[in-house]
């Protein structure tokens, strides 16, 4: 599928989740996003025209959609208002031509909270013998997820249950008290969700 980004005269659409904003190496010619904090928008802006050359290259859209619940009522989660908030006040402020350094230099002008202090140590060097296990990347929110047809296959012992849980990025305005579990995991149906063996799980 990334593949396809790169060919002359192909269109591709993308429908993808926070994975996209550091770890897909793709040029897109118009993006959609969810409002979402600063620097998550910057990452995921950073998909968009990667492949310009020169300052005479066309800029490239973007549209950014204010993020709603199931009620269609609008909700900051799973970020906070906060950050949202000051999102919103440095779309603002970009001007109508923007270029990677315009992201970072307009939210460094705001001193926002969004920004922190980054620890420029090593978990795997500094301290000598002494050593902190730590994550290595932020976490983002998660479920955890089993298909129903694979519940009979754990109860009959086919599959173990570590063997058929699906992780997926939750959607908004998800509400997974509601939903039956099977060992405190929500069940998904085939309506639900379409998975893959080789690309995973994807909400329908």
Do not use: C
Not at 25 to 39: E, N, R
Not at 71 to 77: L, N, Q, V
Not at 102 to 117: F, N, P
Not at 151 to 169: D, H, K, L, Q, T
């Amino acid at each position: 599928m990334i593949a396809k980004f790169g060919e002359q005269g192909v269109s591709a659409i993308a429908w993808t989740s926070q994975v996209a904003e550091m770890s897909l190496d793709l040029s897109a010619t118009l993006l959609i996003t969810d409002l979402a904090p600063i620097p998550a928008l910057i990452q995921r802006l950073g998909r968009l025209n990667r492949r310009a050359k020169s300052e005479s290259d066309p800029i490239m859209p973007f549209i950014v959609i204010e993020p709603v619940n199931a009620e269609g009522k609008p909700t900051p989660r799973p970020y906070t208002t906060q950050q949202l908030d000051e999102a919103r006040i440095w779309l603002g402020k970009l001007p109508a031509e923007i270029n990677q350094q315009d992201l970072v230099a307009i939210w460094e002008s705001m001193g926002t909270t969004a920004k922190e202090d980054i620890f420029s140590g090593s978990t795997w060097i500094d301290g000598g013998y002494d050593r902190i296990v730590k994550e290595l990347r932020e976490a983002s929110p998660g479920v955890t997820v089993i298909r129903r047809d694979d519940v009979e296959n754990v109860r009959n012992g086919v599959y173990s249950f570590a063997e058929v849980v699906i992780p997926m990025n939750p959607r908004l305005g998800m509400n997974l008290d509601q939903w039956p579990k099977f060992q405190g995991v929500p069940i998904v149906t085939d309506e639900q969700l379409h998975y893959s063996e080789i690309l995973g799980g994807e909400w329908i």
